[in-house]
């Protein structure tokens, strides 16, 4: 998608460009050694949307995907949204489970679950470690619908506050197997603030 | 040739047969629409939370339940539709989620819905057909001729309310 709202600074951009990046890596680190298979990530995008625009950042908001959904809390809040289409969720539970399972039997999507807990839990430990920040996250929960539907979640919690949330989002690939996904951090845009000043960079606004 | 309008969300807009409205995506949002058997224009608005009187960025009339549906109202009646010839038919207000119930996150949706329904309620709008709450994403599209409500869910189910 392209950006329409070029309001972070340039510091700011690579600051949180890196905090995704060493998140995000970190999470496809944990994720490679469950998998046995190497994971690729992306450079994580880091862009102010508007609600309407965040509605279509996976495609078109009717399409069916799968979001784990986890709550940051502590010194920042934040949520961590994990997304796989319907047919990476499939092949993501053939590889962990190494037969075929049905992914949406108990068993795949609780495979599904754990592949986001453990991608979520490095990616706040990484948070952690490098802010110095005292973070806690709530056990992630899962839903099967239409993509504008689950993003419509942080939206509402972020809309409270503001018109616009800060996305960081990392698109991974894992080896051969085609499964491709989003980690994605979504804040309300001050909730960075905290962060930003521990690293001594200043807030958002300059 | 007949569009389908979209709206987006915390948006409103207004429509005349022979096109229809449409809002994609309903989570725990609302999607209300507004019209009256005797006009083939009717409104439709997607709202996020329940109370602008709680939030302190509050600018945006459309994201809120009761400043969303003030200005539903006054548009129709802007355009010759006195309000106690509305009636309203809604969907949405789901729990995505199953975070604890105490939690905000878990119980907006329900705000929600109660919200919109105060708010027509005081309005005296009654609400003709609805399919709220439960646990699964929504999307409607209306037809101001027919006056019927189409909602779709993930996997292209469909029904009219």
């Known amino acids: 998608?392209?950006?329409?709202?070029?309001?972070?600074?340039?510091?700011?951009?690579?600051?949180?460009?890196?905090?995704?990046?060493?998140?995000?890596?970190?999470?496809?680190?944990?994720?490679?050694?469950?998998?046995?298979?190497?994971?690729?990530?992306?450079?994580?995008?880091?862009?102010?949307?508007?609600?309407?625009?965040?509605?279509?950042?996976?495609?078109?908001?009717?399409?069916?995907?799968?979001?784990?959904?986890?709550?940051?809390?502590?010194?920042?809040?934040?949520?961590?949204?994990?997304?796989?289409?319907?047919?990476?969720?499939?092949?993501?539970?053939?590889?962990?489970?190494?037969?075929?399972?049905?992914?949406?039997?108990?068993?795949?999507?609780?495979?599904?679950?754990?592949?986001?807990?453990?991608?979520?839990?490095?990616?706040?430990?990484?948070?952690?470690?490098?802010?110095?920040?005292?973070?806690?996250?709530?056990?992630?929960?899962?839903?099967?619908?239409?993509?504008?539907?689950?993003?419509?979640?942080?939206?509402?919690?972020?809309?409270?506050?503001?018109?616009?949330?800060?996305?960081?989002?990392?698109?991974?690939?894992?080896?051969?197997?085609e499964i491709n996904g989003y980690i994605m951090m979504v804040s309300e845009v001050h909730s960075f603030d905290v962060l930003l000043t521990k690293l001594g960079i200043g807030g958002i606004d300059g | 040739m007949a569009d389908t309008i979209r709206v987006g969300i915390a948006d409103m807009k207004l429509c005349t047969a022979p096109d229809k409205i449409t809002t994609i995506g309903l989570g725990s949002c609302i999607g209300i629409v507004l019209y009256s058997n005797t006009s083939n224009t009717a409104g439709l608005l997607h709202i996020m939370l329940p109370d602008s009187t709680k939030i302190r960025q509050n600018e945006n009339k459309y994201k809120f339940a009761d400043t969303g549906i003030d200005e539903l109202v006054k548009s129709l009646e802007q355009k010759g539709i006195n309000r106690s010839m509305l009636k309203a038919k809604i969907a949405g207000g789901a729990k995505m989620f199953q975070f604890s119930n105490n939690s905000d996150i878990g119980n907006i949706g329900d705000k929600n819905i109660q919200a919109v329904k105060e708010k027509l309620d005081s309005y005296g709008i009654k609400i003709v057909s609805e399919d709220v709450g439960l646990n699964y994403g929504r999307t409607i599209i209306f037809d101001p001729e027919t006056k019927e409500l189409t909602v779709v869910t993930a996997g292209k189910n469909s029904h009219i309310i």
């Open chain 1, 1 to 177: 998608m392209e950006k329409k709202n070029d309001n972070i600074s340039e510091n700011v951009r690579n600051a949180l460009t890196e905090l995704g990046n060493i998140g995000a890596g970190n999470a496809a680190t944990a994720m490679s050694v469950m998998l046995e298979s190497k994971l690729t990530i992306s450079t994580p995008q880091v862009e102010l949307y508007e609600f309407n625009e965040l509605e279509e950042i996976l495609g078109f908001a009717e399409d069916t995907v799968v979001g784990v959904l986890s709550l940051i809390e502590g010194d920042m809040q934040s949520m961590l949204l994990f997304v796989l289409g319907v047919e990476d969720a499939e092949q993501l539970v053939k590889t962990l489970l190494n037969q075929e399972v049905d992914w949406h039997s108990e068993m795949g999507i609780s495979a599904i679950k754990e592949v986001a807990n453990i991608l979520i839990g490095s990616y706040v430990a990484s948070l952690e470690m490098l802010s110095g920040l005292n973070l806690r996250y709530a056990v992630p929960q899962i839903c099967i619908d239409m993509a504008g539907s689950i993003l419509s979640v942080p939206c509402i919690e972020f809309g409270k506050v503001s018109d616009k949330a800060l996305l960081i989002n990392s698109q991974f690939k894992v080896g051969q197997k």
